[in-house]
T-cell receptor
Framework: QKEVEQNSGPLSVPEGAIASLNCTYS??????FFWYRQYSGKSPELIMF??SNGDKEDGRFTAQLNKASQYVSLLIRDSQPSDSATYLC????????????WGLGTSLAVNP | SAVISQKPSRDICQRGTSLTIQCQVD?????MFWYRQQPGQSLTLIAT?????????ESGFVIDKFPISRPNLTFSTLTVSNMSPEDSSIYLC???????????FGQGTRLTVV
């Protein structure tokens, strides 16, 4: 059974700081990972995906993948109160069925 | 990306009744996914809906309780049957993008059973 694990938080950071969100996964064969942001009462929205070892940057967001250690992280630089949300990590399930395996999500609060 | 229109956005229902949730996608997709998200929890997959075949249900979910229709490649419905307060949750439909496995979601249906 593939698993994706996250610390549920809440993670609290001051405005302007770097927020670091972590995710570990059980399947060494997993090739891709996704970070979703979910505001309270809203649907998840994709913010980053990463396939290769190393870092991928998009604006204030950086995804980091370390396949040897089986973790993927999301860094948010210059955190803003509008970044306060739950961040979900996901990886593809087994086979061709295109299901995603979801972590439980980490709640982030950015304090002004 | 895909644009998904889901309705109703919310409903308050009496126990013992049923509610049908609809999802319309702006492009043809092979698979559609139905999730439940209970307050403060992550996403739980209910079933995968394929056009032209019966839906595939995850452990703990059965067709009698959550019948699904998938009449074509752009539309699906999920019915929550014989509802109880424990069914109060957010229900989400989802599809995967054409090029990869990233998921796109409808707006969600917030269901309250009283």
């Amino acid at each position: 059974q593939k698993e994706v694990e996250q610390n549920s938080g809440p993670l609290s950071v001051p405005e302007g700081a770097i927020a670091s969100l972590n995710c570990t996964y059980s399947d060494r064969g997993s090739q891709s990972f996704f970070w979703y942001r979910q505001y309270s009462g809203k649907s998840p929205e994709l913010i980053m995906f990463i396939y290769s070892n190393g870092d991928k940057e998009d604006g204030r967001f950086t995804a980091q993948l370390n396949k040897a250690s089986q973790y993927v992280s999301l860094l948010i630089r210059d955190s803003q109160p509008s970044d306060s949300a739950t961040y979900l990590c996901a990886a593809p399930g087994a086979g061709n069925n295109r299901k995603l395996i979801w972590g439980l999500g980490t709640s982030l609060a950015v304090n002004p | 990306s895909a644009v998904i229109s889901q309705k109703p956005s919310r409903d308050i229902c009496q126990r013992g009744t049923s509610l049908t949730i609809q999802c319309q996608v702006d492009s043809q997709v092979t698979m559609m996914f139905w999730y439940r998200q209970q307050p403060g929890q992550s996403l739980t997959l209910i079933a995968t809906a394929n056009q032209g075949s019966e839906a595939t249900y995850e452990s703990g979910f059965v067709i009698d309780k959550f019948p699904i229709s998938r009449p074509n490649l752009t539309f699906s419905t999920l019915t929550v049957s014989n509802m109880s307060p424990e069914d109060s949750s957010i229900y989400l439909c989802s599809v995967t993008g054409g090029g990869g496995t990233e998921a796109f979601f409808g707006q969600g249906t917030r269901l309250t059973v009283v």
